[in-house]
């Protein structure tokens, strides 16, 4: 949870899954790691971190890219129920998981000693999913499951800002002599800039109207204004936002 505490601090403006991914393999002592980003009529863009998958583990990569989408009984049960909080395959129900028994997802699973499976996922709607998967031998148990919903709340956070971040500064981060703002404080200036109010800019970043609100009284305080319109045409002029 550190390094997620610590990532949140940073004006990132992509996910950074390939420090996140090894650290969830360490930490849960998973044989496999995955991170899955999936966009209609998109193919599934995959990464896969191997702690012990063994020689079966490129196999199971191909059928993670090509065959999950339709077999998968944790994307079946996020697409059907809208859920979006962590869950394992041994807690989804048993009409979930008919093709991943019938088709022999399962038993390829089992063979790389990750047939029990967890999903973080950190975005699920009809334009774009995100998700974590580990995979072992053993059901996670109570503890195991908590922590991964607390890791589930920091991600998904993290996830938000570094989409927000991404959009309001077209891509382009900020350059270190502009960094007067946090990233949150950058993310939540930039929505405000496109229009948003401070509810729907909360509802956006998962947190509540009056974090918004002491945000953008930071904002106010570091860029020397006392209003909203100022603060954009400051962050504008400085180049912490688009025009």
Do not use: N
């Amino acid at each position: 949870m550190e390094l997620v505490a610590a990532l949140l601090t940073e004006p990132l403006v992509e996910l950074p899954v390939d420090r996140v991914g090894p650290q969830l393999l360490a930490t849960f002592e998973a044989a496999g790691v995955s991170f899955s980003e999936l966009e209609p009529r998109e193919p599934l863009r995959h990464r896969l971190w191997d702690g012990g998958l063994g020689a079966s583990a490129p196999e199971l990569l191909r059928w993670s890219t090509h065959r999950a989408r339709a077999e998968h009984p944790l994307l079946s049960f996020y697409r059907a129920t809208g859920v979006c909080t962590p869950r394992q395959i041994a807690d989804t129900p048993a009409g979930h998981r008919v093709r991943w028994l019938a088709e022999g997802g399962r038993d390829l699973a089992a063979a790389c000693s990750a047939a029990q499976q967890l999903a973080i996922p950190l975005r699920a709607t009809p334009a774009m999913s995100r998700s974590f998967v580990l995979g072992r031998e053993q059901v996670w148990g109570p503890g195991e499951l908590a922590l991964a919903e607390r890791l589930w709340r920091l991600l998904s956070g993290l996830e938000r800002q570094v989409s927000a971040l991404a959009a309001v500064t077209a891509g382009r981060g900020v350059a270190g002599a502009q960094t007067l703002l946090t990233p949150r404080e950058r993310a939540v200036l930039g929505l405000l800039a496109q229009g948003l109010t401070a509810g729907t800019i909360a509802r956006r970043l998962g947190i509540s109207p009056r974090t918004v609100q002491k945000h953008l009284e930071r904002c106010y305080l570091k860029l020397g204004v006392k209003d909203r319109l100022a603060a954009v045409l400051r962050a504008q002029t400085l180049g912490l936002v688009d025009p």
